[in-house]
């Protein structure tokens, strides 16, 4: 039986060795998995590798529910699948076990609250546009050179990681899937 730490941002200016060094000094014995990628779904590259090698018995924890998503019907599908595998799930600023039915009734809770987060927030992102747009402040976002994405599909097919090529070339790793999938 092992125990994960799994600390989870969204974009290159954050940290997660914050998130990371908080669940260490509660679980020392932790193995710590960090990640930079969008909370929107839960197909993520090191998330998906923990969840793949995760066994019955192991213990997964997060600092808050939107650490493992931004959606809550993936979110509590994943949570259904570590109860189904006999993996432990807790959210430590909840201090419980979600695989609990008190605990599984305050995360499903929860997880509907950070959906909503992040739908409010998407609120005030297109109201500022929008006004940026009107005061001919905004231009939106400039997309990458196709020669950059051409390097980067160059360099994954010459057996780099996809980690270690949005980091040589300075982009974040979900706007390099995005591009990749175009």
Do not use: C
Not at 37 to 64: M, S
């Amino acid at each position: 039986m092992a125990t994960y730490l799994y600390a989870r941002v969204s974009t290159d200016d954050q940290d997660p060795e914050a998130q990371a060094a908080f669940l260490a000094a509660k679980y020392p014995d932790g193995l710590i998995v960090e990640e930079r990628f969008t909370g929107t779904t839960t197909d993520r590259p090191k998330f998906g590798r923990l969840l793949a090698d995760l066994k019955a018995g192991d213990q997964l924890i997060v600092r808050e529910v939107s650490r493992l998503g931004r959606n809550s019907l993936e979110v509590l599908a994943l949570a259904q699948d570590l109860k189904n595998r006999n993996i432990q799930l807790t959210i430590d600023n909840l201090g419980m076990d979600i695989t609990t039915p008190m605990g599984e009734m305050v995360f499903t809770i929860m997880a509907g609250m950070a959906k909503m987060e992040r739908e409010l927030m998407l609120e005030r992102q297109r109201i500022g546009i929008e006004k940026a747009k009107q005061e001919g402040k905004y231009t939106g976002r400039k997309a990458l050179d196709p020669k950059v994405i051409a390097h980067a599909k160059g360099l994954i097919a010459q057996g780099m990681s996809k980690a270690d090529v949005a980091a040589q070339l300075r982009i974040g790793q979900s706007t390099l899937y995005k591009y990749l999938a175009l």
